[in-house]
């Protein structure tokens, strides 16, 4: 349970490459989409408005590949399977990322793209698979497209962390002409706290350009938060789980210790009239307990680390560092609550009157 939740703190809190704080987006579709560029010089005009990009994906949501690209000293065995991303000049200011190599797209660079030739950037991982010194100024081509690579931006998460970042072409242009405008979504990086207002503007602005427009913005925090949700809920479940196992396993031990204490009840009350402590008794009645359950705790120390080490590796690329931290503190915690458990019958058995359990004999 510890670990579950230690993981879900991390998905929600990881690097993901990008400043996805204030970040809110929009759908471009129909008449809005056609006029995306003068759309967006007219938000950018509002003063809660930071940055505006068009993209033609959002990273939490479904992303366009393909395979078949060839390079110089390309291996012929590999053939990975490439993301393709359209941003406009702003995306790199809009979303916080950071170039590793080169520089990112300008208007004087990418003038003369088309969607057959041009300029790109990839990111780190698609440069690592390149296996080129200094993949600047190499040259992609597929299918009788051509483009330079002219930058190498830093990796950033398109893909939930149950995957690893995967090998990335960033385009200007569209990748077809049949469908030359590839941005399907406008971001928007907005001033803390004014999203309401925001909201109002960006409703008035889409009435004068498309009246009738569906306004809906969207976070994208929120979207990384519903992201993780099953995996929330499998923490909640297993949290529950384990709370009712414990009270289940606090009242068997309570009786347990009971029935313990009732079949050793001529034995406690002989060793009081020998003049043994209650300190004594109590640590004479837990030692057992104690030791049982020390021995049950290490068997599921071992079961528990196989099962969470497995689950974290086969369902996510990043994952926190386990470590003994959460097993210690349950093992303190078990042992802790069976010592309270048998404690209680414990003290209550030395307490007790001798006279009580030994007057029959």
């Known amino acids: 349970t510890i670990v579950v939740q230690k ?5 929600q809190t990881m690097e993901v490459g990008f400043d996805r704080q204030n970040l809110v987006y929009l759908p471009l579709h129909g008449t809005l989409r056609n006029q995306c560029e003068a759309f967006k010089q007219e938000l950018r005009q509002n003063a809660d408005i930071t940055h505006v990009s068009l993209v033609s ?5 479904v992303w366009h590949n393909g395979s078949g690209w060839e390079w110089e000293n390309r291996n012929i065995s590999s053939d990975p399977l490439i993301t393709y991303y359209c941003a406009d000049l702003d ?3 809009t979303f916080g990322t950071s170039m590793i190599h080169g520089e990112y797209f300008r208007e004087e660079l990418v003038g003369s793209s088309s969607y057959q030739s041009g300029e790109v950037i990839i990111n780190q991982r698609l440069a690592s698979i390149m296996g080129l010194d200094n993949p600047l100024g190499a040259r992609l081509s597929n299918y009788g497209y051509d483009y330079k690579i002219i930058g190498v931006i830093k990796d950033f998460n398109f893909k939930p962390a149950y995957a690893s970042v995967g090998p990335m072409i960033v385009f200007h242009r569209a990748l077809s002409a049949r469908h030359p405008n590839q941005y399907n979504y406008i971001f928007m990086k907005v001033r ?12 008035a602005t889409c009435e004068s350009f498309c009246p009738g427009y569906p306004v809906e913005l969207k976070s994208l925090e929120e979207d990384y938060t519903r992201l993780y949700r099953s995996t929330e809920q499998i923490g909640s479940i297993i949290g529950y789980g384990a709370g009712l196992m414990i ?3 606090c009242l068997g031990l309570f009786g347990l210790a009971a029935f313990t204490v009732e079949q050793r009840s001529k034995e406690i009350g002989i060793r009081k009239v020998l003049g043994a402590s ?5 640590r004479l ?7 049982l359950i020390g021995v049950a705790t290490a068997i599921a120390w071992a079961v528990a680390f196989l099962f969470v080490n497995g689950w974290l590796m086969t369902q996510f690329a990043y994952r926190v560092d386990i470590g003994w931290g959460p097993f210690v503190l349950a093992g303190v915690l078990a042992l802790g609550t069976a010592f309270v458990a048998v404690s209680f019958q414990a003290i209550r058995a030395a307490l007790s009157n001798p006279v009580d359990s030994l007057k029959c004999e």
């Open 7 to 11: 993981q879900i703190e991390f998905l």
């Open 57 to 61: 994906h959002v990273p939490t949501g």
């Open 91 to 93: 995306f790199a200011e």
């Open 192 to 203: 803390p706290g004014s999203i309401q207002e925001t909201t109002s503007f960006v409703k």
């Open 247 to 249: 009270f289940v396993s």
């Open 278 to 282: 209650v300190a004594g008794i109590v």
């Open 285 to 291: 009645l837990s030692k057992e307990f104690l030791i």
